[in-house]
Every structure is written in structure tokens, then in C-alpha cells.
T-cell receptor, first 114, second 113 residues
Framework: KNQVEQSPQSLIILEGKNCTLQ??????????LRWYKQDTGRGPVSLTI?????NTKSNGRYTATLDADTKQSSLHITASQLSDSASYIC?????????????FGTGTRLTVIP | DAGITQSPRHKVTETGTPVTLRCHQT?????MYWYRQDPGHGLRLIHY???????DKGEVSDGYSVSRSKTEDFLLTLESATSSQTSVYFC????????????FGPGTRLTVT
């Protein structure tokens, strides 16, 4: 069964600290993996998109890694800011162009406190 | 944000009434999607469209219908709303066949009482 699991479900960190969010998936075949940031009351916004040939991708203070062999990805946030408080969603595409081949994790809720 | 707007942004309705949610995009993206988001669940696909008048069902399509008469508009209709359809609904677009990045609208919070 194609699944995407994220951990932890929620996380509280102090401003300025680093954190790492995890995404494990069983989706096959694999096409690409995306990380989205969703602020409260807003739609998800793309942070990174990685294909199977990419194992690291950065977007400012956000760095995503991908291990296609172990089917794991992580999102590392450096020097956290209050504005990083949001839900982070991992999405895995099983390839092809159909809309039914996207599998969404339930997200990690990050709270950054001063 | 690919110029996606959703209307209304909030709606409260009674069980059994019909409800239509609208998604409007300004970027001429080919694909449009409707998702619902509920606590404990990832975003779940309701219906999607791959062109004008071309639509297909998603994972949780029961009780919903869609229409796309113009490239820029994708309508989601709940024919007879039920309390289980209380949710936040997101519209998304994808530029073309070989695009990866979906763009999401701001969402519509629907409460069925």
C-alpha cells in the first residue's frame, strides 16, 4: 500500500534552534518528493521538489534530503524563526501524470517559540 | 500562488442544502484539483480536471460533483451537504503534463450543521 508517514506529529522548538522533520514512504514506483509549508489558514506552498537522482536540495534555511534506497526524506530547518511556525507536509509522487498518484503525509506541526 | 482564488472563503450551511465552491486561476494552468483537508488525514483528492469539460474522480468523490466550462474556473458542488463534508477545501493547479509543482489556493472552510 502506498503510504507517506511523517514524524513527529508536532514539535516545539526555541527560536534560533535547528530541527529536522522526517518523512518515510512506501510509494512505488517513485517519481519525486515534495515538501510543502502550510501556514495556519493558508494553502500549502512548495519548499522543495526532489527527483530520485537528487539527494539534497536547499531553499534558504530549509534543506531537504532524500534517500531513495531507504525511502526516507528529511527536512532540516536551520536557525529557526517565529515565521517557521507552520505545518510541513511531505508529498510523494508515484510517477505518471495522473492526479491519483500523489500521496500526502499528514504533516508535522512546528511551533517556534521566543 | 499561481493567481488562485477560492470563493467563498468561509461558509456555514445546513444539512441537505446544495453548496457550490468556486476556484478561479489566472495562470492558464491545464490541470485543476479539489482536495479536502481534515485533522488526522493528509490532503485527499476529491476530483480533478485535465482540461475544459474533462474531469475525473479522486479518492473521496462520493457526494461531490465538479464542472469546468472554462480553463480558469473549476466548480465543486455538494448536491446535498452532510455533516461529514464539514472540512477545509483546497483547490490546486498544475501547469502541464511534465510539471511537478502544484499551486494551492487559500482554502474554503465549510461547516455543515
Amino acid at each position: 500500500k502506498n503510504q507517506v508517514e511523517q514524524s513527529p506529529q508536532s514539535l516545539i522548538i526555541l527560536e534560533g534552534k535547528n530541527c529536522t522533520l522526517q518523512c518515510n514512504y512506501t510509494v512505488s514506483p517513485f517519481s519525486n518528493l515534495r515538501w510543502y509549508k502550510q501556514d495556519t489558514g493558508r494553502g500549502p506552498v512548495s519548499l522543495t521538489i526532489m527527483t530520485f537522482s537528487e539527494n539534497t536540495k536547499s531553499n534558504g534555511r530549509y534543506t531537504a534530503t532524500l534517500d531513495a534506497d531507504t525511502k526516507q526524506s528529511s527536512l532540516h530547518i536551520t536557525a529557526s524563526q517565529l515565521s517557521d511556525s507552520a505545518s510541513y507536509i511531505c508529498v510523494v509522487s508515484a510517477g505518471g501524470t495522473g492526479a491519483n498518484n500523489l500521496f500526502f503525509g499528514t504533516g508535522t506541526r512546528l511551533t517556534v517559540i521566543p | 500562488d499561481a493567481g488562485i482564488t477560492q470563493s467563498p472563503r468561509h461558509k456555514v450551511t445546513e444539512t441537505g442544502t446544495p453548496v457550490t465552491l468556486r476556484c478561479h486561476q489566472t495562470e492558464n494552468h491545464r490541470y485543476m484539483y479539489w482536495y479536502r483537508q481534515d485533522p488526522g488525514h493528509g490532503l485527499r483528492l476529491i476530483h480533478y480536471s485535465y482540461g475544459v469539460k474533462d474531469t475525473d474522480k479522486g479518492e473521496v468523490s462520493d457526494g461531490y460533483s465538479v464542472s469546468r466550462s472554462k480553463t480558469e474556473d473549476f466548480l465543486l458542488t455538494l448536491e446535498s451537504a452532510t455533516s461529514s463534508q464539514t472540512s477545509v477545501y483546497f483547490c490546486a493547479t498544475l501547469q502541464g503534463t511534465y510539471s511537478y509543482e502544484q499551486y494551492f489556493g487559500p482554502g474554503t472552510r465549510l461547516t455543515v450543521t
